[in-house]
């Protein structure tokens, strides 16, 4: 299957400017990207990078990511899924880069599943990951997209399944997303947190991120 990676390489991850400086954000984007792509590699498929701009593959030294396709399409993310998917029958996968939970075993599920839309939402109303199995359906991932896609499915007459998976639901957007990366992943995304000195901080009455 096709797993299409989309990536926003130019100013990634605005909501952490509280913690991270540009450049911070920068890297750690393609942290949890080079972890997005192995879980890929994983589980059996060869990923595709949808970037808004050029980037240098080799830069974070991972070898997964120096040999993996990327395409640049700068256009809005819809419309830039809508063209790959416009260009081919064949099932496709579309997979957030911001998933760094995400495991060999949860994308395997995702796609295991033979209905003709599969969707992982995201927290909040999102959505994650995304399977195509009909040549009619197209994304739109502006607002309450989970919402909008299940009634997509229904407008093309594509049957469609909901796949609850804590790992591809977590999406990494705000400060306080840093937590589950912490605490439930092993990955490229957990080791630069931890080199750029983030820890657990269960201080408060609520697990928090500090920073040394």
Request: hydrophobic share 40%; net charge negative; glycine share 6%.
């Amino acid at each position: 299957m096709r797993v299409v990676v989309p990536f926003a390489a130019e100013q990634p991850k605005t909501r952490l400017s509280s913690v991270l400086s540009p450049d911070e954000r920068r890297t750690f984007a393609r942290a949890m990207l080079d972890d997005v792509l192995t879980v890929v590699h994983e589980a059996g498929h060869d990923p595709v990078v949808l970037a808004t701009a050029p980037f240098e593959s080799d830069s974070t030294g991972n070898a997964i990511l120096r040999d993996t396709p990327v395409v640049v399409d700068d256009r809005p993310l819809s419309l830039a899924v809508n063209s790959v998917l416009s260009e081919t029958d064949a099932p496709v996968a579309v997979v957030m880069s911001d998933l760094p939970l995400a495991t060999r075993e949860s994308l395997q599920r995702l796609i295991a599943v033979d209905s003709e839309i599969v969707i992982a939402p995201g927290r909040g109303g999102g959505t994650n990951a995304l399977v195509v199995r009909h040549a009619d359906f197209r994304v739109d991932y502006h607002g309450v997209s989970y919402r909008d896609h299940l009634h997509v499915a229904r407008d093309v007459g594509a049957s469609v399944e909901t796949v609850d998976s804590f790992r591809l639901a977590t999406d990494v957007d705000e400060p306080t997303d840093l937590v589950e990366v912490l605490l439930h992943s092993d990955g490229d995304t957990t080791q630069w947190l931890v080199d750029a000195g983030f820890d657990l901080d269960s201080t408060g009455g609520r697990v928090g991120v500090r920073r040394d």
